[in-house]
C-alpha cells in the first residue's frame, strides 16, 4: 500500500502565508515527477507545481509567489505559498509517480486534499 497524506492547510487572509506538506509512505521503491494540485468550487481540477529531479514548473497564475521543493529522503513535497489571494483559496491535492518496484511501471498516486480559505 502507498499513502500520501497531506497537511498544512488553513485560513490566512490575503497576503499572507501557507506551507503545505505532503508525505507519502507505504511500500515504495522510487518516486517520479511529484505535483501540487487544486480545485476550487465550481471548477477544474489545475496543475499548481510541479517538481522532478531536474526542473520545476509552475501555473502562471502563481509563478513568484508560490515554491515547489521536496525531500527525497523523507519522500516528501512541499508548497510555500506566499502572497496568497482569495482566489488561490482551493482544496489543495498532492500527486507523485511512484513504482513500488523495480519491475513495475510508475503509477499515479494521490493525497486526500487539504482546505486552503483565504480571506479578503
Known amino acids: 500500500q502507498v499513502q500520501l497524506v497531506e497537511s498544512g492547510g488553513g485560513s490566512v487572509q490575503a497576503g499572507g502565508s501557507l506551507r503545505l506538506s505532503c508525505a507519502a509512505s507505504g511500500s515504495i521503491f522510487a518516486i517520479d515527477a511529484m505535483r501540487w494540485y487544486r480545485q476550487a468550487p465550481g471548477k477544474q481540477r489545475e496543475v499548481v507545481a510541479t517538481?522532478?529531479?531536474?526542473?520545476?514548473t509552475y501555473a502562471n497564475s502563481v509563478k513568484g509567489r508560490f515554491t515547489i521543493s521536496r525531500d527525497n529522503a523523507k519522500n516528501t513535497v512541499y508548497l510555500q505559498m506566499n502572497s496568497l489571494k482569495p482566489k488561490d483559496a482551493a482544496v489543495y491535492y498532492c500527486?507523485?509517480?511512484?513504482?513500488?518496484?523495480?519491475?513495475?511501471?510508475?503509477?499515479?498516486?494521490w493525497g486526500q486534499g487539504t482546505q486552503d480559505s483565504v480571506s479578503s
Open positions: 500527486s507523485a509517480g511512484i513504482t513500488r518496484t523495480r519491475y513495475t511501471a510508475y503509477e499515479a498516486y
Open positions: 517538481i522532478t529531479s531536474g526542473y520545476t
